[in-house]
């Protein structure tokens, strides 16, 4: 029994359909995400049966974005039928426990599972017989709970008497932590209300109701539920689940029926919510800026770039950030910046887009944007980047261009900006510098300040201090965006800036271009000797040259450099982070922390750096119908990749090596904004040719 999707305006464009003919334990490798605007989410596995300690039926946000604990990991769900004398019991849930080398599942109920389909609810068919059923996880739009519906048909030709029992599995925890049962008591508390439980850990509430249901207390513990996705990320792998008790509905032998369960962080119930209307209704006007209703994938990215944006609490004030993946990241600014055009200007989110500028600019700190807000803390901030505020420049100025909205411009986002530059011009914290010919350099051997950040033991993987490729692409098309911005309001400082990029574009050639190769070098450091030393590692930074509107490099040299990116770094699914003949290459990412950070930036592959490559192509190809083309076969990968096997997502990073498996976070921010940009990029080309420098 599957709803009608008739008079759906998802549908069937952002709906995701998997039939399940061969055995349901063959898609564990396949996930889900849900999300609900504040940080909170739900993800789990095709099968339902969940493979990481971040899965989960409901995972509330205590303090949005942030504070994020797993209010609800799994239920139990047990139909039984009575007819005469004889009764039959079947459970529909599942759960993995390690045995031996293996796994074997408790129960087995992913075995009845007949079709998953992923759209802005989850929906899992079980068949028995004749008998349906269908759970529908739906989480409720800007608001702290979920609603699981369940439908059953055929129920009358199953027996003469029915009951549904539905037990929550619970942690109460932390999402990044696992739970054992001598970490502490869960505590029940069933309220006057029949139907309604509240549980409690330390300082969490969460409360539990079933309309029509009976609450039956049966405390007991299920210990060492296993993750196989934390073994292979050499992690901590199982943990324990308080199961309080079951909700008990009696069934009426009708054909058709249905019961909601709920789950509510605090200690009131929530009211079922079993409809996407809320959820359509905001994207409607998002898919009609970008005219997307008639496009399928077009919308489909839409819907995926929503699940980022998200609102924050900042300074008493109510404004909106972006968190960079799911499950495990918060927003960071760096992630924040680069997303920005793509999922808030791109989707005529104007507001959002200058509320997000607003809590970084509200944040700033000696010139730096803050690399990420802290989880724990409202009032913490992160500043170890030296892009994360050139980013915020850049998408700054974007904003202005798009939406002209010089009342924020002149009452306090120019003033952030101007604090930016001169920060770098005079030298801020991290060893943040303008060195005398004009170029940014920053930090030192055992810092990690720009994007190729991974760090592990005391090990910086990828040191790149001194003066890097991509911070002075940016610094210089920073300097000439500025001053064409303020060349009414503060002509001599413009004046200033443009002087200096002069200065900036004679430095980059001197510095970065190697002839030997017709591409750049990747960063320049000066050694001990004062010596400068030149990095020639082929990496993907160098790409920004080609793709921002300002360059320090003719057309020439920026084609020379997407030629040598083509031959060396491109794959489907993004571009390697190094060539595969290089030494410190890493083809896999697997293993423990360790390892997997070491192989983060040698070589794995970025659904993210398509962004810069197309536009690059585009940019160089004066937009013309060839380039269009050529800019579009790159992203057609990707954007297989979302209507498929992503369920509606883009992931974080692939692997170097063919097959190209993805890997990291299973939804990226990034990722999915920077397919949408281009795409938007390359049909409106001719808006956006006038804007790039020869």
């Not at 079993?274 to 959820?279: A, L």
């Not at 591409?519 to 000066?526: A, E, I, K, N, T």
């Not at 990291?664 to 921010?669: F, R």
Request: proline share 6%; charged share 20%; hydrophobic share 40%.
């Amino acid at each position: 029994m599957t709803p009608s999707t008739k008079n759906d305006p998802a549908a069937p464009w952002i709906s995701h359909q998997v039939d399940l003919g061969r055995q349901p334990a063959d898609f564990l490798d396949r996930e889900w995400l849900l999300t609900n605007g504040t940080g909170a989410y739900a993800m789990g596995t095709v099968p339902a049966v969940n493979t990481r300690r971040y899965h989960g039926l409901f995972v509330a946000a205590t303090h949005p974005p942030v504070g994020r604990i797993v209010a609800l990991n799994q239920v139990l769900e047990r139909l039984t039928l009575q007819k005469k004398r004889a009764q039959m019991t079947v459970e529909f849930s599942a759960n993995l426990f390690r045995q031996g080398d293996g796994h074997i599942y408790k129960p087995e109920g992913h075995t009845f599972l007949r079709r998953f389909t992923k759209g802005l609810c989850a929906q899992w068919e079980y068949g028995w017989g004749e008998l349906r059923l269908v759970r529908q996880l739906f989480l409720h739009w800007k608001e702290q709970a979920a609603t699981l519906r369940y439908q059953l048909s055929f129920l009358d030709d199953s027996g003469s008497a029915a009951r549904l029992a539905i037990a929550p599995m619970l942690t109460l925890r932390d999402f990044h932590a696992l739970f054992h049962q001598n970490q502490g008591d869960l505590h029940t508390q069933p309220q006057a209300e029949p139907g309604v439980l509240t549980v409690r850990r330390d300082n969490v509430a969460v409360t539990f109701s079933c309309p029509g249901g009976a609450f039956v207390s049966d405390p007991q513990w299920w210990y060492r539920l296993s993750y196989p996705a934390e073994t292979r990320r050499g992690q901590d792998d199982h943990e324990d689940q308080f199961v309080p008790g079951w909700f008990e509905v009696q069934l009426e032998p009708r054909r058709e029926q249905e019961i909601t369960f709920t789950v509510a962080l605090g200690d009131r119930p929530a009211e079922p919510c079993c409809t996407e209307e809320p959820r359509l209704r905001h994207l409607l006007p998002l898919w009609n800026h970008v005219g997307a209703l008639d496009q399928p994938r077009k919308k489909m990215l839409v819907a995926a770039a929503d699940d980022f944006v998200v609102d924050r609490r900042y300074k008493d004030q109510l404004l909106c950030t972006v968190m960079a993946g799911y499950p495990w990241f918060a927003d960071w600014g760096r992630d924040t910046f680069i997303a920005f055009d793509g999922l808030l200007l791109c989707t005529g989110r104007f507001t959002q887009a200058r509320d997000t500028l607003r809590v970084f600019a509200g944040a700033l700190h000696h010139g730096l944007v803050p690399n990420r807000f802290d989880d724990y803390n409202d009032q913490a901030a992160h500043y170890n980047t030296v892009d994360a505020s050139l980013w915020f420049l850049h998408a700054a100025m974007r904003y202005v261009h798009v939406t002209d909205d010089q009342e924020s411009w002149n009452a306090w986002l120019r003033d952030a900006a101007l604090a930016i530059l001169d920060a770098y011009i005079r030298g801020t914290d991290n060893d943040i510098r303008m060195a005398g010919d004009g170029l940014i350099s920053a930090g030192n051997l055992g810092s990690q300040l720009t994007w190729m950040d991974a760090a592990a033991n005391g090990v910086v993987f990828t040191p790149r201090c001194g003066k890097a490729v991509e911070i002075n692409a940016l610094w210089y098309h920073c300097l000439c965006g500025m001053a064409e911005l303020i060349a009414s309001s503060h002509p001599a400082q413009a004046d200033h800036f443009n002087r200096l990029a002069g200065r900036v574009k004679r430095a980059f050639m001197k510095v970065f271009w190697d002839d030997a190769r017709s591409c750049l070098f990747d960063h320049v450091r000066v050694d001990a000797q004062n010596q400068e030393c030149r990095d020639p590692a082929l990496r993907p930074n160098q790409v920004f040259v080609a793709s921002l509107p300002h360059s320090p490099l003719p057309r020439t040299k920026q084609q020379q450099i997407l030629d040598v990116l083509r031959a060396h770094l491109l794959t489907p699914f993004g571009l390697r982070t190094l060539p595969p003949e290089d030494p410190n290459y890493h083809g896999s990412y697997r293993g423990d922390p360790f390892e997997r950070d070491k192989a983060y930036h040698q070589g794995t592959v970025w659904p993210w750096l398509i962004g810069p490559y197309a536009e690059g192509i585009l940019r160089v190809g004066k937009f013309s119908k060839e380039s269009r083309q050529e800019a579009l076969a790159v992203l057609t990968p990707l954007l297989d990749q979302l209507a498929g096997p992503g369920l509606g997502q883009l992931h974080e990073i692939h692997e170097a090596d063919p097959p190209f498996r993805p890997v990291g976070c299973i939804a990226q921010a990034w990722s999915v904004a920077e397919v949408l940009r281009v795409l938007i990029l390359i049909e409106e080309g001719d808006r956006f040719a006038a804007v790039s420098d020869d």
